[in-house]
């Protein structure tokens, strides 16, 4: 049975996410897992009672994740080589390497790489928690998944902006579907810690502050969102 990670040993995001997320007995989807440190932080935490579902599409990061799995003898962890989508077929991917997080994938028309795509609920039926980072796709996947996976509890996201989705409609979509939804911010009581806010259907990308900016001058906007149908602890 794995050890769960200790507060100490977590990262911010993983500190916010054991805090908040039910993830004892659960069946929980990895979206967009990359090399698998969440996955793995999932599968600790579950302390052996939940299966862990890592969907990732790079041929680079489905290695490492292969390897994490017999590594922390976890019976109960598989991995989906695919990407997700609102539809199944193809997608096309813009890949590369950053410094921090290694090999990273983005669905664009005119990426370079092709990848088989499915939708969640073929993928994962069962899910009861998501984590959804898949660097802006986030919006086509909810808007297809939300009604047909009712039996989700959580969902953590990392909502990207982008011209033809606006933030007050995929906050609105999981209003609808039941959900509080509770943004991270800065705990000025513990510098470096995450802690919940909850937000407004309201709340438009003009406030929230930019991460950096794009090239072409364009701010880049992202938002770590927990949609919960509890509300969490802090």
Same mark, same amino acid.
Request: glycine fraction near 8%.
């Given at each position: 049975?794995?050890?769960?990670?200790?507060?100490?040993?977590?990262?911010?995001?993983?500190?916010? #996410?054991?805090?908040?997320?039910?993830?004892?007995?659960?069946? /929980?989807?990895?979206?967009?897992?990359?090399?698998? =440190?969440?996955? *793995?932080?999932?599968? =600790?935490?579950?302390?052996?009672?939940?299966?862990?579902?890592?969907?990732?599409?790079?041929?680079?990061? /489905?290695?490492?994740?292969?390897?994490?799995?017999?590594?922390?003898?976890?019976?109960?962890? =598989?991995?989906?080589?695919? *990407?997700?989508?609102?539809?199944?077929?193809?997608?096309?991917?813009?890949?590369?390497?950053?410094?921090?997080?290694?090999?990273?994938?983005?669905?664009?028309?005119?990426?370079?790489?092709?990848?088989?795509?499915?939708?969640?609920?073929?993928?994962?039926?069962?899910?009861?928690?998501?984590?959804?980072?898949?660097?802006?796709?986030?919006?086509?996947?909810?808007?297809?998944?939300?009604?047909?996976?009712?039996?989700?509890?959580?969902? *953590?996201?990392?909502?990207?902006?982008?011209?033809?989705?606006?933030?007050?409609?995929?906050?609105?979509?999981?209003?609808?579907?039941? #959900?509080?939804?509770?943004?991270?911010?800065?705990?000025?009581?513990?510098?470096?810690?995450?802690?919940?806010?909850?937000?407004?259907?309201?709340?438009?990308?003009?406030?929230?502050?930019?991460?950096?900016?794009?090239?072409?001058?364009?701010?880049?906007?992202?938002?770590?969102?927990?949609?919960?149908?509890?509300?969490?602890?802090?």
């Amino acid at each position: 049975m794995p050890t769960p990670p200790t507060p100490e040993s977590r990262s911010p995001q993983e500190e916010w #996410y054991a805090t908040n997320l039910p993830l004892r007995q659960q069946v /929980i989807a990895d979206v967009g897992a990359n090399e698998g =440190r969440l996955s *793995a932080f999932f599968w =600790r935490e579950g302390g052996g009672s939940s299966q862990v579902v890592s969907i990732e599409p790079l041929a680079e990061n /489905i290695a490492l994740l292969g390897a994490r799995i017999p590594a922390e003898a976890a019976g109960l962890w =598989r991995v989906e080589p695919c *990407a997700v989508s609102n539809r199944a077929g193809e997608v096309k991917l813009h890949a590369g390497v950053t410094p921090k997080s290694g090999w990273n994938s983005v669905v664009h028309p005119h990426g370079a790489r092709t990848a088989r795509a499915e939708t969640l609920a073929t993928l994962v039926p069962d899910v009861t928690v998501v984590k959804l980072d898949i660097e802006g796709h986030e919006h086509e996947v909810l808007e297809e998944a939300l009604p047909r996976l009712p039996r989700v509890s959580a969902w *953590a996201i990392e909502l990207h902006q982008r011209p033809d989705r606006s933030l007050q409609g995929v906050l609105g979509l999981l209003m609808a579907h039941g #959900y509080r939804v509770f943004a991270a911010t800065q705990d000025p009581q513990r510098p470096g810690a995450w802690r919940s806010h909850e937000i407004p259907a309201t709340l438009d990308w003009s406030q929230v502050p930019p991460s950096g900016m794009r090239p072409h001058g364009q701010p880049i906007r992202t938002l770590h969102v927990l949609a919960l149908r509890h509300p969490p602890t802090r």
